[in-house]
C-alpha cells in the first residue's frame, strides 16, 4: 500500500523487518505485566486486570477512530478522538502526536489485535514504546457504538474517585462484555473506602440477582458480595442481609468462588452478629468444610484491616482463636494472632508445638515466630523452655522467622 501525501506511517517500515507473531504477542504480555500493579485493590476480586482507562494513561499515543481501508499488510486508522496526551509529546511516535482527523497508516504486524480489525469498524488505538529497539507496538480493540460512546465519555482519572465509579456503576453487568468486564475492574481497582463511597450508586436489587445467577461469572462474585454489605437504606439492608443469608446456607462441597466476600459483606453489614454466625458455622466447627474456613479466615483479615470499629478487635480475636484447634489452620491463625497483637492466646499456641496431629515444621515456626514477636516476658520465658526441650527444632524455626523480628 501506497501511502498518500500527509498519511503517517506507524511505525516506520525499516522497524518491522524480522517481526514475528511471537514477538508481538511478547510485547503485548509485557505491556500487561507492566501495568498489573494497578490491580491489586479489591481484596476479593480475583483475576484484576488493568482497565482501559488504566491502559489509556499509560499508553503513549490513545485514540478512538475508524478503520478506513484494510490489505494484507497494513491498514489505514482516522483519528476522530485523541485521548490522554497532556504531556506526552516527548514520547510520541515519529511524526508527533496525531491529531483529530488525522490519518496513521500502520503495519498489521505492530499491532495487536487487528485480526478483527475490518474496514468501516470503530477501535480503540493504543500504542506503547518497545524498550528493546524503541518502535511502537499498537493495540486495538474493535468497538460498536455504544462501547465507543463508553470510553469517549468515560471520565478522566484525574477526577475524584467517587465521581469517577459512579460512571461505572451504570454498566456493572451490562449486556455488552466489554463493557461489563472493564466496569468490574474500575471497581476492582478502587479501595474498600473509595467503593463505600458510591455505595448509594450501587443497583443494589440487581447485585442481589447476580449473586445467585450462574450466568454471572464466578470471579465477580467476591465483588458484589461484599457490596451487598454496604448498602445504606434500611429496605436495602434488610434484602441484602436475606440474598447474604441465602447465600450462606446453600450447601458446598468445599470452595466456592466469591464467598470470602460473601462472608467479608455479610460481616459489614451485620457487625457482631454476623461475627457470631461466621464463628459457629466455620471457625469453631470441626465440620466445616476447609474451603469455606479459607474464606473466613479471608473474611476476618478484611474486616480487621477495615471494618472501622464496628466489630471490636477483641471479639475478632476471639473468633480467631477457635482455629487453633484445626491443626490444617492453626499455623496461618497463629500468624495472623501475631500481627493482631493478640498475646491472651500465649499459653494455647505454646501447646501447639510438637502437638500430634499439626503439620511440621509449619506449626513450629509460627509458634515460635509469636513468641519471638510478643513483648510479654511469659514469651521470652515459654521460648526459653522450648529452646531447652528442643534446641535444633527452634533454631530452624528461629531462622525461618524473621518476618516477626529479632530474635530474643
Same mark, same amino acid.
Given at each position: 500500500m501506497t501511502a498518500p501525501p500527509g498519511t503517517r506511517i506507524y511505525p516506520p517500515p525499516s522497524r518491522l523487518q524480522g517481526r514475528s507473531l511471537a514477538q508481538s504477542l511478547i510485547a503485548a504480555l509485557a505491556f500487561v505485566i507492566c501495568a498489573a500493579p494497578f490491580a491489586v485493590a479489591c481484596p476479593f476480586c480475583t483475576g484484576v486486570l488493568p482497565s482501559i482507562s488504566q491502559r489509556r494513561e499509560e499508553a503513549i499515543v490513545a485514540a478512538l477512530g475508524e478503520v478506513t481501508e484494510v490489505d494484507a499488510q497494513r491498514f489505514k486508522f /482516522?483519528?476522530?478522538?485523541?485521548?490522554?496526551?497532556?504531556g506526552k509529546q516527548d514520547k510520541a511516535p515519529q511524526g508527533g502526536q496525531p491529531d483529530k482527523d488525522d490519518v496513521l497508516e500502520i503495519a498489521l504486524?505492530? @499491532?495487536? *489485535?487487528?485480526?478483527?480489525?475490518?474496514s468501516g469498524r470503530l477501535a480503540l488505538a493504543l500504542a506503547s514504546r518497545r524498550e528493546k529497539d524503541d518502535a511502537f507496538d499498537w493495540e486495538f480493540t474493535p468497538l460498536d457504538e455504544i462501547s465507543y460512546g463508553y470510553i469517549a465519555r468515560a471520565p478522566a482519572r484525574r477526577l475524584p474517585p467517587a465521581e469517577r465509579l459512579a460512571y461505572y456503576a451504570r454498566y456493572l453487568e451490562h449486556a455488552?462484555?466489554?463493557?461489563?468486564?472493564?466496569?468490574?475492574?474500575e471497581f *476492582?481497582? @478502587?479501595?474498600?473506602?473509595?467503593?463505600?463511597q458510591v455505595a448509594d450508586k450501587l443497583p443494589m436489587a440487581k447485585i442481589r440477582q447476580w449473586v445467585a445467577d450462574p450466568r454471572v461469572p464466578e470471579a465477580r462474585k467476591g465483588f458484589y458480595g461484599l457490596a451487598l $454489605?454496604?448498602?445504606?437504606?434500611?429496605?436495602? /439492608?434488610?434484602?441484602?442481609?436475606?440474598?447474604?443469608?441465602?447465600?450462606? @446456607?446453600?450447601?458446598?462441597?468445599d470452595f466456592r468462588a466469591g464467598f470470602d466476600g460473601a462472608l467479608g459483606g455479610y460481616l459489614v453489614l451485620t457487625g457482631r452478629a454476623g461475627l457470631k454466625k461466621i464463628e459457629e458455622l466455620y471457625l469453631t466447627n470441626p465440620k466445616s468444610q476447609p474451603g469455606d474456613v479459607r474464606h473466613a479466615l479471608t473474611a476476618l483479615r478484611f474486616f480487621h484491616e477495615f471494618g472501622r470499629g464496628a466489630i471490636p478487635p477483641t471479639d475478632l480475636n476471639k473468633a480467631l482463636r477457635g482455629l487453633l484447634a484445626r491443626p490444617e489452620f492453626a499455623a496461618v491463625a497463629t500468624v495472623d494472632l501475631a500481627r493482631w497483637n493478640d498475646w491472651g492466646a500465649l499459653d494455647r499456641i505454646v501447646a501447639l508445638? *510438637?502437638?500430634a496431629g499439626y503439620p511440621e515444621p509449619a506449626t513450629s515456626r509460627a509458634v515460635v $515466630?509469636?513468641?519471638? @514477636?510478643?513483648?510479654?516476658p511469659q514469651a521470652a520465658t515459654a521460648l526459653a523452655r522450648l529452646r531447652k526441650r528442643d534446641p535444633a527444632g527452634v533454631a530452624d524455626a528461629e531462622k525461618q522467622s524473621t518476618l516477626f523480628g529479632p530474635t530474643r
Open positions: /482516522r483519528v476522530h478522538k485523541l485521548l490522554s496526551v497532556a504486524a505492530s @499491532a495487536t *489485535g487487528a485480526a478483527d480489525i475490518k455488552d462484555p466489554l463493557l461489563a468486564e472493564d466496569a468490574y475492574l *476492582g481497582a @478502587a479501595s474498600f473506602d473509595e467503593v463505600a $454489605g454496604l448498602a445504606k437504606s434500611a429496605e436495602d /439492608r434488610q434484602a441484602n442481609q436475606a440474598a447474604l443469608e441465602r447465600w450462606i @446456607a446453600t450447601p458446598a462441597d508445638y *510438637g502437638k $515466630g509469636y513468641l519471638l @514477636a510478643s513483648p510479654q
